[in-house]
């Protein structure tokens, strides 16, 4: 066999070795290699093959460097034909979702947790025959003060108190002109509860805010007495905060109720090592029979009729149940906060 026979052969084993790593170079720095280790001018090793010429015949020259040509061609074919692929298989994997990353949370919606406290409120009087009532947040001074047996003159219309809307209309400072609202429009038995939004003229602090929840309750029909008004918030605050909950009726003064009593409870908390022991008294409500003047005011016989009202806030109660000190948490929407509120959690 002649020298050149020994190179062609030489040259078509190193095309075939050449090939297949190219075909099997995994990304682009590898075909790079790849090239450089068969076509590189310097130290390739098809350039090593061609450097051997030399040595040959003169004409047995052309059929080795013919043969070298075409492997060269060849080799440079399969380099550009992989390195296609690669960028295209980059670029697809580019467009399918990376398994391997961190997911994405989703967020579930959760009931305010001063809007929680309203609705077990509810479900206990619920429970007790009361049904809702609601009335709007724009009033007249009439439902507001003066049905309310509250003159003007009080300092609760003041100004300074309560926010005025112009032409006689006012943001309602409480829930009470419900009561009003209502026994206007229905003959007794009424047993309401009417929660809703009040507004006065206070500071954003740490236990007022200018906008709050207020839930009003009121029970009006013939027969309702001091004791029925004792017993129904008695086993209202037992319900809301266990059986062994005391109840104590304060005196207080309220314009539209007569006698009015403030309504304190004293909780029986349980430490984290488990021991029991009773909290301070802490005021829950505002509360009294209703006053005959308001009874008038509605077109009630007072002599026939007679009932009681209550008034309590929920952010309050909320902010007791949960331990929360600066009520404005409530209102902030930090759900770092609110999701701790959220039931049945999803991940
Ligand atoms: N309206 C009162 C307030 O906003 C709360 C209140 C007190 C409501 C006594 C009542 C009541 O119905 O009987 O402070």
């Known amino acids: 066999m002649s020298d050149a026979r020994t190179l062609v052969d030489t040259l078509r084993s190193l095309e075939a070795e050449a090939l297949e790593a190219i075909a099997g170079a995994p990304d682009p720095d590898a075909l790079e290699r790849a090239r450089i280790t068969y076509l590189g001018r310097k130290d390739g090793r098809v350039s090593g093959i061609l450097r051997g010429m030399g040595a040959l015949a003169a004409e047995e020259r052309p059929l080795v460097g013919q043969e070298a040509n075409r492997v060269k061609q060849a080799l440079e074919a399969a380099l550009e034909a992989r390195e296609a692929e690669l960028a295209a298989g980059a670029s697809a994997a580019g467009d399918r979702p990376d398994l391997t990353l961190p997911g994405r949370g989703s967020w579930r919606g959760a009931v305010h947790p001063v809007n929680q406290v309203i609705e077990e409120i509810w479900q206990i009087f619920r429970g007790m025959g009361f049904t809702r009532a609601r009335g709007p947040e724009a009033e007249t001074e009439w439902y507001n003060f003066v049905a309310l047996n509250t003159p003007l003159d009080h300092p609760a219309a003041d100004e300074q108190d309560t926010l005025y809307l112009g032409e006689g209309l006012l943001l309602r400072s409480h829930t009470s002109p419900v009561q009003v609202r209502t026994m206007e429009r229905h003959e007794p038995p009424v047993r309401i509860l009417a929660p809703g939004m009040v507004y006065r003229r206070d500071t954003y602090d740490a236990t007022h805010t200018p906008a709050f929840l207020q839930i009003e309750g009121l029970v009006v029909d013939e027969g309702i007495t001091f004791v029925d008004f004792k017993a129904t918030l008695a086993e209202f605050a037992r319900r809301f905060w266990g059986e062994d909950t005391r109840v104590r009726f304060r005196p207080s003064f309220f314009p539209f109720t007569e006698p009015s009593a403030e ?31 308001v009874l008038e005011n509605v077109g009630y016989d007072p002599e026939r009729f007679t009932g009681f009202a209550f008034g309590m806030g929920p952010a309050r109660i909320a902010a007791l149940k949960y331990g929360i000190s600066d009520i404005r948490i409530f209102f902030e929407n930090d759900v770092r906060f609110l999701g701790q509120f959220a039931v049945g959690r999803g991940a």
């Open 263 to 293: 309504v304190d409870v004293k909780r029986v908390v349980t430490h984290r090592d488990g021991t029991r022991a009773e909290s301070d008294w802490i005021e829950i409500m505002g509360a009294g029979m209703v006053d005959p003047n």
